[in-house]
């Protein structure tokens, strides 16, 4: 079984900077690709960005420029840089792996900004 674990959310200022991660119970080159997700009360869940076993990454448009998602094989940990945050960003923040057909997913971790 296959596990996520989040850690790093809390509160902070706007325009303040968290790093998320997120520490998987396997290589993380084992998986298609891992991610980010996040969630407000009432709306779907968003993916915010991915990262696939080559690398490659891709951003939702509101994040671009801002958040930044990178990886340590050695600690099988992906972790989420954000800056810049804005009151808009507070969310549930869930981390999610894929290995096909299967998906995974973190207990998530609550980041708010707020003054």
């Known amino acids: 079984q296959v596990q996520l674990v989040e850690s790093g959310g809390g509160l902070v200022q706007p325009e303040g900077s968290l790093k998320l991660s997120c520490a998987a119970s396997r290589s993380i080159f084992s998986f298609n690709y891992m991610g980010w997700y996040r969630q407000v009360p009432g709306k779907q869940r968003e993916l915010v960005t991915r990262i696939t076993s080559g690398g490659s990454t891709n951003y939702v448009d509101s994040v671009k420029g801002r958040f930044t998602i990178s990886r340590d094989s050695a600690k099988n940990t992906v972790y989420l840089q954000m800056n810049s945050l804005k009151p808009e960003d507070t969310a549930v923040y869930y981390c999610?792996?894929?290995?096909?057909?299967?998906?995974?997913w973190g207990q998530g971790t609550q980041v708010t900004v707020s003054s």
């Open positions: 999610y792996a894929q290995r096909y057909p299967y998906e995974y």
